[in-house]
């Protein structure tokens, strides 16, 4: 018989009705596509994964993740394509203690009317969502390099004009 493993995650509450979808369709379709089994705790906020194929594990942890962290679950099963990555970017490794600090630089990614994380989306092929104190970025690897070298531009006070030519000048190369 084949090894089990399993992961365990914190899941926030206000996000498991999205894990598991209308009638439980995108818990299904991510154990069937993964191979694992997931056991959801809605009252906790816990999520376990079992199963015996590694690879697939860590697959369906990384979209559980992107979901966590506000994805839409048909932009986190990207993850399954192999040439697609999800990173996080902490707010708070930019932002002082100050709660008003967080909420600004929330503001200059997503932008008046969400047009700054639009442009950046475009420009970089990516998909981009700000939840809580994280930022997620989705796409191919080298795409997300650039997005998050954006946001981190504009999270460190560059102005917006200088980083959309600067993403328009990368797309060029």
């Excluded at 992107?66 to 679950?73: D, K, M, T, V, W």
């Amino acid at each position: 018989m084949a090894e089990q493993y399993s992961y365990s995650l914190k899941f926030p509450k206000d996000r498991i009705a999205v894990l598991i979808g209308h009638r439980g369709k995108v818990k299904k379709d991510l154990e069937e596509s993964t191979h694992a089994t997931l056991h959801i705790d809605s009252q906790e906020g816990d999520v376990t994964l079992t199963g015996t194929d590694t690879l697939g594990l860590f697959i369906a942890r990384e979209i559980i993740r992107a979901i966590s962290r506000g994805f839409n679950p048909e932009i986190a099963k990207l993850l399954l394509k192999g040439d697609y990555v999800f990173e996080i970017i902490t707010l708070t490794d930019y932002a002082g203690k100050a709660k008003n600090h967080l909420e600004r630089l929330k503001g200059r990614v997503i932008g008046s009317e969400g047009k700054s994380r639009k442009v950046i989306e475009n420009l970089t092929d990516t998909y981009i969502t700000v939840y809580g104190k994280t930022i997620g970025i989705i796409g191919s690897a080298a795409n997300v390099n650039v997005a998050r070298k954006a946001i981190e531009s504009l999270l460190a006070g560059s102005m917006h004009s200088t980083v959309y030519r600067w993403l328009e000048k990368s797309d060029e190369s």
